[in-house]
Every structure is written in structure tokens, then in C-alpha cells.
């Protein structure tokens, strides 16, 4: 597991960005962190590479850092981050930021990596360590820049908590179409808990796991018969219902209308 920091060694601002420490880490299910950071007045921006990260906030709860993710909090606002297995790779950088109202703060943004990114990244940690001024003022410089490049690369699209997972969840449904999908099942693909599954899902999509898959069976149902290709048994089978009755049903109590009258 690679977990190393890069301290200054002395005073370290420029451009209004006093950067404080950064962190490099890729770890596995081992990393697991629990901690309550003084009032400083510090921030923390998260970057991740790759794999997977789950950080706990008091207000806005329970946010996922998948790749290519962008985040900015408060450093008193999480108690708690871990990776979510197999892997997480990502920078944690602590720092000051004169004009912080301008910050976006906890909310996850999905930036693109730009090209020779992960060695601007080396080259500021480096620099941060030197015991030169000169490198640890370009350090902060450095860091400012990205920092507004991530920022500005994120307006793009604002991710809800969780969301990036609810879709991935969404896209399966359609492959285990005919699996009578369980929702803990669902939560242990998510590595969430069901609780909190279900709350994830509702937040993006208005509706429980349940009834968004029991939807999206009758759907795929109405367009298999539609298609005149499959008679209501054959449908009823392909989608997993045990007997074409509890199919017959459910379909009708979903679209106010019995199979048999689709052509």
C-alpha cells in the first residue's frame, strides 16, 4: 500500500493558496480512516485516479469518489473515509484558500484526467518537500492552478452522492432482467448497506430499487410481445416469473391492461 505525505518544511503560500500537506495514497480494504480534524480553517480537495473511496460527512452525508473525481470539503466536515475494495488511488491535499466562498463545496464533480496530469501531481508533491522556497512557493502555485482547472472542468456535470453507483446498479438491471434481483443483492453489489442503498437509489431516481426493476421488467415484457415474437408464457419465462399467472398479474396492475391485449 502506498500511503506517503509531503510536509513543508516551512512557510509554503502564494496566490492567496497557503497548501498545507498532501497526501498520495493507494491503498486496498486495509485503508480505513477515522478521524475529527481541528478548526483551522483548512480544506481538503480530493482527487481520484482510480478504484474507489467512500468519505463521511456531518452535512452531506455519505459521498463515493470513484475515478476521475473531483472533491472539495471543509476539513471539520468528515469523520470518517475508507476505500471501498478492491482499490483506491487518489491525492489528498490540505490547504488555505483566501477566496474560499468560491469554492464547490461537497459536492463530487467529474473531471476528466488531463494529459501528463499525474506527473504535475508528482512534480507539486516533490516540489512541496523541497527545502528551497522557490519550489514550495511553485508547489503552491502549481496546486492553485490545478485546483481551478478541476474546478472549471467539473461545471460540466455536478454528481449527486452516490449517483455514479445508482447508475451502474441501473445498467445491470437490464442484464439480470430475468434474475428476480434481490435489493440486497443489489446493496452487496453497490457495497452499501440496504439501508442506505435505498436511500441512495430513491435520492437519484424518485423511485425505490424495487419498483425502478419491477418497472423496467414490465417494460421489457410489453416490447417483447409488442414485437409478436413471444407469447405471454415465453415472456413470462424470460423475464423470470415462475408461471405465466404472476406475470399476467403484475402486468396488469402495472399497466391497467391484461398481456393478452398487446398486438
Sequence with gaps: MLNQPSIPQGHAMTGGVELARIWHVDGGEEYNILRRAPDNGRHIAIRTLDGLGRICLDSAGELDLEPDSFLVIEETEFYHYYCVPPRWHFWWFEFIYEKSEELPLDLVMN???????????????????SGEDRRRDYACAHFNMLL????????????????RTVER????????IADN???????EEAKMSERGFRQ?????TGES????????????????????????????????FSNPFHFSKAYSRHFGTPPSGEK
Design 169 to 176: 446498479i441501473t445498467g445491470m438491471m437490464q442484464r439480470k
Design 111 to 129: 473531471v476528466p484526467r488531463g494529459v501528463g496530469e499525474e506527473e504535475e501531481l508528482a512534480l507539486v508533491f516533490e516540489s512541496l518537500m
Design 148 to 163: 481551478h482547472r478541476w474546478i472549471a472542468g467539473g461545471g460540466r456535470e455536478i454528481l449527486k452522492p452516490h449517483q
Design 181 to 187: 434481483w434481490t435489493v440486497s443483492q443489489m446493496a
Design 200 to 204: 441512495a437509489f430513491r435520492d437519484i
Design 209 to 240: 430499487p424495487k419498483k425502478y426493476y419491477d418497472a423496467l421488467r414490465m417494460r421489457v415484457g410489453r416490447e417483447m410481445l409488442r414485437q409478436g415474437l413471444y407469447n405471454v408464457y415465453e415472456v413470462a419465462n424470460r423475464l423470470g
